[in-house]
């Protein structure tokens, strides 16, 4: 069964910078490829970034680009979104989510882990 699961979020201070760590297990993570989005009260659940299953590879929503990078390391079976220079506006819940090479639909998704960014 596949398990995802998303760390180091918290309250961080506008222009500051956060990372956060997504943990794969249940699968072999090298046949994934990688994405994060991103959901705040009262909307819906938004595309922030992906990644290919080699990491050669990835995209970015407009609203995160030039911030926000999206990376991987296979042999810890772990996504990373290194997020700078943060606004008000990032504040929501990430999660990431696993897709099964030569799907189209990002099949498994993590709990999700809370990003609070202050004024």
């Known amino acids: 069964q596949v398990q995802l699961v998303e760390s180091g979020g918290g309250l961080v201070q506008a222009g500051g910078p956060l990372i956060l760590p997504c943990a794969a297990s249940?699968?072999?993570?090298?046949?994934?490829?990688m994405g994060w989005c991103r959901q705040a009260p009262g909307v819906e659940r938004e595309y922030v970034a992906a990644?290919?299953?080699?990491?050669?590879?990835?995209n970015y929503a407009d609203s995160v680009k030039g911030r926000f990078t999206i990376s991987r390391d296979n042999a810890k079976n772990t996504v990373y979104l290194q997020m700078n220079s943060l606004k008000l506006e990032d504040t929501a819940v990430y999660y990431c989510?696993?897709?099964?090479?030569?799907?189209?639909?990002?099949?498994?998704w993590g709990q999700g882990t809370q990003v609070t960014v202050s004024s």
């Open positions: 989510a696993a897709r099964l090479k030569g799907t189209s639909k990002y099949g498994s």
């Open positions: 249940g699968l072999t993570f090298s046949n994934y490829h």
């Open positions: 990644i290919t299953w080699s990491g050669d590879n990835t």
